[in-house]
């Protein structure tokens, strides 16, 4: 076997060792941050400069690094396969710009009712039965408040589904405190509330509710005992700086989110964003790298756009840390990736699905930032 040692030439040894020593000295910040990460694990005083800085980071050693993260806090073969059901869709009051469920837009879509409760059951059983271990319901409201007769419907599909053995999730719009109670007792494993971009660049999106109100649904879910599901969309015409501070709002929650989501905008004709340019696969390993490295145990979601990208572009973002997908006919009203393409790519990449989990006390899982921190460095 060769060696440097007994390969190279003395002058060459030298070079490659000065070489060495000065990457060593210009290591990225993804490098100094992962490393960080691994031996601390998930904190939660990120700053936005050393968000940037990660994302910043040459993308190959941004991918490379992410890549040894995931490692680190996942097994790397393992994807969680999560279906979303439109049950009640279109006609929602909010003004969201990319959102082809507005009533505010024309884009062609039909509103509909709630689904009835055989509808939505008999759609939760095929995605079982096609290998999905995470049920999402999601229906087009501002919130639920008002809605007694539906949201108690709601409650009993959630029961129901969780008594088929699958994990259960919402995106319900913004919640009470009283409402996320009832979610949790009658079984919900996590609730979806995106809150889309950064703090600075909301009011471009959307002007119906604010980003404080975001956060308090969080609050309510977090504070419920159900795990948080928050992320993000890219291509909505915000700058690298808005992509960094939806990182670092969500990187310095008390409690870091069980599922981060980072969808690539799917610009609807009719919407505000219809001639938004398509986001590139480099921009989506860039979110996806820095996400892992900033929330190591996270669930990291490659969401709405994946349609868009090729297997190996998948790929690429489950080596940067991407451990999630949706699966299924259709992300609420968008179109989502085959199901036979989707079978044949786990095949051909090795990957495994995700187990549910059920432990009662998987809220914790991302881990209370402080308390792993604490434990890490007095091991
Ligand atoms: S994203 Fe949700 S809240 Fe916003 S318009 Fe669409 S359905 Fe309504």
Redesign the pocket.
Known sequence: MFSIRSFCRPQLRSSISLLLQHSSYTSSAAAVQADRTIREGPINDWTKEEIKSVYDSPILDLLFHGAQVHRHAHNFREVQQCTLLSIKTGG?????A??P??SRYDTGLKAQRLMNKDAVLESAKRAKEAGSTRFCMGA???DTVGRKTNFNKILEYVKEIRNMGMEVCCTL?MLEKQQALELRKAGLTAYNHNLDTSREYYPNI?TTRSYDERLKTLEFVRDAGINVCSGGIIGLGEAEEDRVGLLHTLATLPTHPESVPINALVAVKGTPLEDQKPVEIWEMIRMIATARIVMPKSMVRLSAGRVKFSMPEQALCFLAGANSIFTGEKLLTTPNNDFDADQLMFKMLGLIPKPPSFNEDETSQAGDCKEAAAAASSS
Do not use: H
């Not at 929602?92 to 969201?96: A, Q, R, V």
């Open positions: 929602c009051s909010e003004d969201c990319y959102c469920q507005s087009a409201w501002r719009g959307i």
